[in-house]
C-alpha cells in the first residue's frame, strides 16, 4: 500500500505546478482565506478585560474549557469575536444528517438533488444560528460572572456586566460563527480542500508551536523529566504514522459486471472494486463526543455560584483525565462512529446502484442480498474503525492522567483532524495537478492533429 505522500510525489513536479496556474490561484486564495481568520482570533469582544479574563483562564486551561480552547485556535482564550469557532455549524451539520434519516419529509427533500441540497443547508444554518445563540449567552453569562486576578487585585472580567453587554457578546459571537460559515463555503468553492475543516486545521497547527514550547518549559522547570517529553514525541510521531495507515486502509469488495453484446462483438465482462474506509464517520465522533462533554461545564458557567451540588460534582467527574470523563467519551466516539456511519454510507442505496449498472460481488445475488453483505463487512470494519478512533484520542488522556503537565493541544484529536485534513487537501492537490496533466496532453493531441 502507497502512502499518500508517496503517490503526491509520484504525480508532483515542478514543471506541471509551474503551469497550474489554477491551483496557484486557489491555493492563494486559501491562505489569504485563513490569514482573515486567524486575524479574527485575535480581536477581542468589548466589554472583557484581557487581563483578568486570562489569568481566570490559566486556572482552567488544562480542563474541558481548554479543549474548547483548541478547536477555537486560541479566540477562547483571548474572549475574541471567533471564541465560537465553527463548532455551532459542525454541530448543527451532524444533526441535520441524523434528523434526514428519521424524518421522512427531511430524507424526500435531501433526494431532491442539488435543489434539496440547498435546502437542507438553509435549514442548517438556521440551526447554527440557534445553537450560536445559546452558546453565545451562555458564554456572556459565565463571563459576566467570573473574576480574574490582576496583581494582588481581584477584579471582575466585565466591569458592567449589563443587558447591552449580553446583546452585544451574543450578536458579535453569531455573528463570528455565520462569517466562518462563509469563509469556509469561500474556500471550498474558490479554495482548495474543505473549508470547515482547514478553519480547524488552521487554529489546532497555530497552537501547535505554543503547546511544543510549553512541553520543553515544563521540562526545563523539571515537572516533565526529559525520558518522559522524548517519550511524548516518540508517541507524537508513533501516532501520526498510525492514523496515516489507518486513514488510508480499505476493504475492497471485488464487484463484477457481466459480458456485453455490442454490435457483432461480445465485450468480455469488467471488474471493478468497492472500496470501504475503515474510518467512515471521519473526524466528527470525536468532535461531537467532546462537544456534549462540554455541556455541563457550559451550564455551570452560565449559571454561575447557584449552580446545584449534582452539577458542580458532575463537572468534576468529566474533567480531563478523571475516569468517568474517558469512559463516557470512548462510548460516546463509539456510538457516533456507528451512528454517523450509518447515515453517510447507506448499503442499500450501494446495492440499488449495483444492480441498475449490472454489476454484482460473487456469490450473493444483486438486491437485499448484496445489501445485507455490505452492511455485514461494513459493520465488521467499523468496529476496527471505532476502536482505532478511540484508541487515538483515549493515549494523551492516559498520559496526562501520569502527568498533567502534558499540554492538552497535544491530544489523539488535535492529531486526527490534522493528519485527516492534510490527507484530503493533498489528495485535491493531486487532483487538480493530474486534470492539469491530462488538460496539457488533450492540448498537444489537437496540435499534432491539426498540423496532420
Known amino acids: 500500500m502507497t502512502s499518500a505522500a508517496e503517490q503526491f510525489a509520484s504525480n508532483l513536479n515542478l514543471s506541471s505546478f509551474a503551469k497550474a496556474d489554477e491551483l496557484k490561484k486557489r491555493i492563494l486564495f486559501t491562505l489569504g482565506a485563513l490569514i482573515v481568520y486567524r486575524l479574527g482570533t485575535y480581536i477581542p469582544i468589548p466589554g472583557v478585560n484581557p487581563g ?80 450560536a445563540t445559546v452558546q453565545g449567552y451562555f458564554i456572556a453569562a459565565t463571563v459576566a460572572g467570573s473574576v480574574g486576578s490582576i496583581g494582588d487585585l481581584q477584579v471582575p472580567v466585565v466591569a458592567n456586566p449589563n443587558i447591552f453587554f449580553y446583546f452585544s457578546t451574543v450578536v458579535t459571537l453569531v455573528g463570528g460563527v455565520m462569517f466562518l460559515v462563509w469563509l469556509g463555503e469561500q474556500i471550498t468553492a474558490r479554495g482548495i480542500g474543505n473549508g470547515v475543516s482547514l478553519i480547524i486545521f488552521a487554529g489546532i497547527v497555530a497552537e501547535l508551536p505554543r503547546a511544543a514550547y510549553g512541553l520543553l518549559a515544563s521540562g526545563a522547570s523539571n515537572a516533565i523529566s526529559a525520558p518522559v517529553i522524548i517519550m511524548v ?41 468497492l472500496p470501504l474506509k475503515l474510518n467512515t464517520a471521519g473526524v466528527i465522533p470525536p468532535i461531537f463526543a467532546s462537544s456534549l462533554l462540554f455541556l455541563p461545564a457550559t451550564a455551570q458557567g452560565a449559571i454561575g455560584q447557584n449552580a446545584p451540588e449534582w452539577l458542580l460534582t458532575m ?35 450501494t446495492a440499488d446502484n449495483l444492480k441498475k449498472y449490472g454489476g454484482y460481488i460473487q456469490g450473493y445475488r444483486p438486491g437485499p442480498r448484496t445489501a445485507d453483505y455490505i452492511d455485514f463487512v461494513l459493520t465488521r470494519i467499523t468496529v476496527i474503525g471505532a476502536l482505532y478512533i478511540t484508541a487515538v484520542c483515549l493515549l494523551p488522556e492516559f498520559l496526562r492522567m501520569q502527568n498533567s503537565a502534558i499540554p492538552v493541544y497535544l491530544g489523539g484529536t488535535s492529531l486526527l483532524i490534522v493528519v485527516t485534513v492534510t490527507l484530503d487537501t493533498v489528495q485535491q492537490i493531486q487532483g487538480h495537478l493530474l486534470a492539469q496533466q491530462y488538460e496539457s496532453l488533450i492540448k498537444k493531441s489537437k496540435l499534432r492533429g491539426a498540423r496532420k
Request: with cysteine; net charge positive.
Open 233 to 273: 514525541l516518540l508517541i507524537a510521531i508513533a501516532t501520526v504514522a498510525f492514523v496515516v495507515f489507518m486513514e488510508r486502509s480499505q476493504r475492497r469488495l471485488l464487484v463484477q459486471y457481466p459480458r456485453r453484446q455490442q454490435g457483432n462483438r461480445m465485450s468480455e465482462g469488467e471488474k471493478s472494486h
Open 315 to 349: 463537572v468534576g467527574a468529566l474533567q480531563p483525565g478523571h475516569w468517568l470523563h474517558m469512559g463516557l467519551y470512548a462510548a460516546l466516539i463509539i456510538f457516533f462512529c456507528f451512528l454517523y456511519t450509518s447515515i453517510v454510507f447507506n448499503p442499500q442505496d
Open 52 to 131: 483578568a479574563f486570562a489569568n481566570m483562564f490559566a486556572g482552567q486551561k488544562n480542563g474541558l474549557l481548554g479543549t474548547f480552547n483548541l478547536f477555537s485556535g486560541g479566540a477562547t482564550e483571548r474572549m475574541a469575536i471567533f471564541a465560537l469557532n465553527i463548532m455551532p455549524y459542525i454541530s448543527a451539520s451532524i444533526i441535520m444528517q441524523m434528523l434526514s434519516a428519521v424524518i421522512p419529509s427531511l430524507e424526500a427533500v435531501k433526494k431532491e438533488g442539488e435543489a434539496g441540497r440547498r435546502q437542507i443547508n438553509q435549514y442548517t444554518r438556521y440551526l447554527t444560528v440557534a445553537l
